[in-house]
């Protein structure tokens, strides 16, 4: 595992370049990069920049609309090969999004065979170029709660889908949070294989808060509270041999609000104490 720094994530507003000196400075070893940079860039160019800082990607944004409307998927699919190409050269071949836990217009059953399918189409197109992708479930109960139908909201729910995709390059983005108020446990974690965690993100919970009523931009720094077992978490996905990034996403306002500087190092703080207290070197 390596600690990667997402700046949007943190509510650092800052040029790549300036991203990537504050990620060095601060201890990460990875970066995520918005996927228009290579083109910008080059791709040479973009590998040159995290050679120099001692930095890989952490993933790129999967740019496909897959929950939306037929037409908005095509759109999406038919550019893919296009970025699935070109992306990696850069050196990180992971895609990373998330998934809505319901909808007012799909059962459980219906929404789930319509997600299989996209996703398979998804994923053998990066399977074609050697990628994989991975998305992330929703765990909080209040967001079901604004839907008719739920919809795949656990760690355990989500391993059924990959299995079903059948691509073989389809994983989860496994969110501790998201883990947390699903109602997981360290046992889920621990079934599992390394390939079929891609991504990783970390953050702490309020205290106090009843389970069923978490709210998702409510969240808390890692190891702000310790409502949330990031050391053990931290600990069952290095058991499993997940090699990949470990990247904050706190939606903190504060921090938000902060200097980009202030804001790295406040992170990088967070990161680094659930990382030792897992007893994992930084």
Same mark, same amino acid.
């Given at each position: 595992?390596?600690?990667?720094?997402?700046? %949007?994530?943190?509510?650092?507003?800052?040029?790549?370049?300036?991203?990537?000196?504050?990620?060095?400075?601060?201890?990460?070893?990875?970066?995520?990069?918005?996927?228009?940079?290579?083109?910008?860039?080059?791709?040479?160019?973009? *590998?040159?920049?995290?050679?120099?800082?001692?930095?890989?990607?952490?993933?790129?944004?999967?740019? @496909?609309? =897959? %929950?939306?409307?037929?037409?908005?998927?095509?759109?999406?699919? *038919?550019?893919?090969?296009?970025?699935?190409?070109?992306?990696?050269?850069? %050196?990180?071949?992971? =895609?990373?999004?998330?998934?809505? +836990?319901?909808?007012?217009?799909?059962? =459980?059953?219906?929404?789930?065979?319509?997600?299989? +399918?996209?996703?398979?189409?998804?994923?053998?197109?990066?399977?074609?170029?050697?990628? $994989?992708?991975?998305?992330?479930?929703?765990?909080?109960?209040?967001?079901?709660?604004?839907?008719?139908?739920?919809?795949?909201?656990?760690?355990?729910?989500?391993?059924?889908?990959?299995? !079903? $995709? %059948?691509?073989?390059?389809?994983?989860?983005?496994?969110?501790?949070?998201?883990?947390?108020?699903?109602?997981?446990?360290?046992?889920?974690?621990?079934?599992?294989?390394?390939?079929?965690?891609?991504?990783?993100?970390?953050?702490?919970?309020?205290?106090? @808060?009843?389970?069923?009523?978490?709210?998702?931009?409510?969240?808390?720094?890692?190891?702000?509270?310790?409502?949330?077992?990031?050391?053990?978490?931290?600990?069952?996905?290095?058991?499993?041999?997940?090699?990949?990034? $470990?990247?904050?996403?706190?939606?903190?306002? !504060?921090?938000?609000?902060?200097?980009? #500087?202030?804001?790295?190092? @406040?992170?990088?703080?967070? $990161?680094? *104490?659930?990382? #030792?207290?897992?007893?994992?070197?930084?």
């Amino acid at each position: 595992m390596f600690p990667n720094l997402s700046p %949007g994530a943190v509510g650092i507003r800052a040029s790549v370049e300036e991203a990537m000196k504050l990620a060095r400075t601060n201890g990460f070893k990875g970066i995520d990069v918005d996927i228009h940079e290579p083109e910008r860039f080059g791709a040479e160019k973009l *590998k040159a920049l995290l050679k120099e800082n001692g930095l890989r990607i952490g993933g790129w944004g999967l740019p @496909v609309d =897959f %929950g939306g409307s037929d037409e908005k998927f095509r759109e999406g699919l *038919k550019e893919l090969p296009k970025w699935a190409a070109l992306l990696p050269q850069s %050196g990180c071949k992971s =895609f990373i999004s998330w998934m809505m +836990s319901g909808s007012n217009e799909f059962t =459980f059953a219906a929404n789930f065979e319509r997600m299989r +399918s996209r996703f398979r189409e998804i994923g053998l197109i990066l399977k074609d170029h050697g990628c $994989v992708f991975g998305i992330e479930f929703l765990g909080p109960k209040r967001i079901r709660d604004n839907f008719k139908h739920e919809f795949i909201h656990t760690l355990p729910q989500m391993i059924e889908l990959c299995d !079903a $995709v %059948g691509t073989g390059n389809m994983g989860v983005l496994l969110d501790s949070w998201h883990w947390f108020t699903s109602g997981g446990d360290l046992a889920q974690i621990k079934a599992l294989r390394a390939d079929q965690v891609v991504y990783v993100h970390i953050n702490d919970a309020p205290n106090g @808060v009843a389970l069923d009523k978490h709210i998702d931009d409510q969240r808390a720094m890692p190891m702000e509270t310790g409502v949330i077992d990031l050391p053990g978490f931290l600990k069952a996905l290095n058991e499993i041999g997940y090699a990949g990034p $470990v990247t904050a996403e706190p939606f903190n306002k !504060a921090l938000a609000q902060m200097p980009a #500087e202030e804001a790295a190092r @406040v992170t990088a703080a967070s $990161v680094k *104490k659930a990382w #030792e207290a897992a007893g994992l070197p930084w």
